[in-house]
């Protein structure tokens, strides 16, 4: 059984960072992508971030300069590191995995098989 468990979050002024782990466990090969979503209330839910199979990354123009995907094979983890937070990065984040080689940039959230349990970012103005 595939899960991912997220951890982080929370509220920061802007300007501020926070962390993002998304911890994968129970996909039984080494090849597959974690990509980032978020949702802000009344709004669809957009990309972030992603991290491929051979650690190719992407980002959304949006986040791009302030935000940074990296994993640790090791301990099968996402992170995503966010800094100079402004107030529109505030949202529920979902990380998701989608298995095989596949190549995550740009994707749409319905091109992804697993979700974690989501994790509220507040960024005060």
């Known amino acids: 059984q595939v899960q991912l468990v997220q951890s982080g979050g929370g509220l920061v002024q802007s300007g501020g960072s926070l962390r993002l782990s998304c911890a994968a466990s129970?996909?039984?090969?080494?090849?597959?992508?974690i990509g980032w979503f978020r949702q802000a209330q009344g709004k669809e839910r957009e990309g972030v971030s992603c991290?491929?199979?051979?650690?190719?990354?992407y980002l959304a123009d949006s986040v791009k300069g302030r935000f940074t995907i990296s994993r640790a094979n090791a301990k099968n983890t996402v992170y995503l590191q966010m800094n100079m937070l402004k107030p529109e990065d505030t949202g529920v984040y979902y990380c998701?995995?989608?298995?095989?080689?596949?190549?995550?940039?740009?994707?749409?959230?319905?091109?992804?098989?697993?979700w974690g349990q989501g994790t509220q970012v507040t960024v005060s103005s």
């Open positions: 129970g996909f039984a090969s080494e090849h597959y992508a």
């Open positions: 998701t995995l989608r298995g095989g080689y596949f190549d995550c940039s740009g994707k749409e959230h319905y091109e992804y098989d697993y």
């Open positions: 991290i491929n199979w051979w650690n190719g990354t």
